[in-house]
């Protein structure tokens, strides 16, 4: 074969070769997340790509807030598509993701539990409810339309929250109390009423799963508070975090904010080891009290 018939024929099957690769690269980076929102010290609520988290695109002043109310989470109703925010105070909100004004979910109230955090707080997919946990091994649940406790035992008189944090008795930490600071749930499209409660501890760095992993039985509900230990984020204990599972991909970020006074980081976690993976400093570094994917 001529030399240059030889450089066509390599050419074209170089082509090849990378078109195919490209076309098979495409699924998985089609279904990232592309779009992240988090809520800094300063009410500021600001909106990031996951791969450039330090660019911010667009940001504005959280306004609306009653008066002493600080936010300590946010997350996303998927099937709605708002933006919701958890106050120090209990009190739920509604975000403008276009003006950064706060609506006061009708009905919420004050929670005397929540004075201290800090907490983790996320939606449940599969029952459309709010997963808070956090400050003293709380637990518990809210109704996103009142904002109100849900009850864990009807049978019982007044509003029972669920039962408090605790290792499961087989677990490698069973003697020790977690310090729970994040939670977020996956997302199951082949079943919607299947979901796993992910949370992260920051005494030790770990990520943990509330309640026993989708389709395992017997199952236990992250209702009862049973922790199980996944691995450890490599980042060693941290100050705070907050965490997020995208709905398409159940790709779990998570924005660290080290021990050591470091920069706020925001990690990829691997669900299935708990190995969290720097992508880059989100925003100007600073500590931010929540972080939602958007759907």
């Not at 300063?42 to 909106?47: D, G, M, R």
């Not at 199952?219 to 705070?240: E, H, Q, R």
Request: hydrophobic share 40%.
């Amino acid at each position: 074969m001529p030399y240059s018939s030889k450089v066509l024929h390599l050419a074209v099957l170089l082509s090849a070769v990378l078109t195919t690769t490209a076309t098979l690269a495409a699924p998985t980076l089609s279904k990232a997340p592309t779009s992240v929102w988090a809520v800094d010290d300063q009410h500021i609520l600001f909106n990031v790509h996951p791969e450039r988290p330090s660019d911010v695109l667009s940001s504005f002043p959280v306004t609306g807030l009653l008066e002493a109310d600080r936010i300590i989470g946010i997350d996303f109703r998927v099937a709605r598509g708002v933006l919701y925010a958890l106050a120090n105070s209990g009190r739920l909100y509604r975000l403008d993701t276009q003006s950064g004004q706060a609506e006061l979910v009708e009905g919420s109230e004050s929670i005397t539990e929540m004075a201290v955090g800090p907490y983790g707080f996320d939606f449940n997919p599969a029952a459309d409810k709010l997963r808070v946990v956090g400050n003293h091994n709380k637990n518990m649940r809210l109704d996103p339309d009142s904002g109100a406790r849900v009850d864990f035992d009807k049978q019982q008189a007044g509003v029972q929250t669920d039962p408090d944090l605790a290792f499961s008795e087989t677990d490698s930490q069973a003697l020790t109390n977690p310090d729970i600071v994040a939670a977020a749930y996956t997302y199951n499209s082949s079943d919607s009423k299947m979901t796993t409660n992910y949370a992260i501890d920051r005494r030790t760095g770990m990520l943990l799963i509330q309640g026993t992993k989708e389709g395992v039985s017997p199952s236990v509900s992250p209702n009862l508070g049973v922790l199980y230990t996944v691995g450890a984020l490599g980042t060693g204990p941290i100050k705070d975090a907050s965490f997020d599972i995208s709905d398409i991909s159940n790709t779990a970020l998570a924005a660290i904010w080290p021990i050591e006074g470091r920069q706020t980081q925001l990690m990829k976690v691997d669900l299935e080891t708990g190995h969290a993976t720097a992508i880059g400093v989100l925003g100007n570094g600073g500590h931010v009290s929540g972080l939602a994917i958007e759907p």
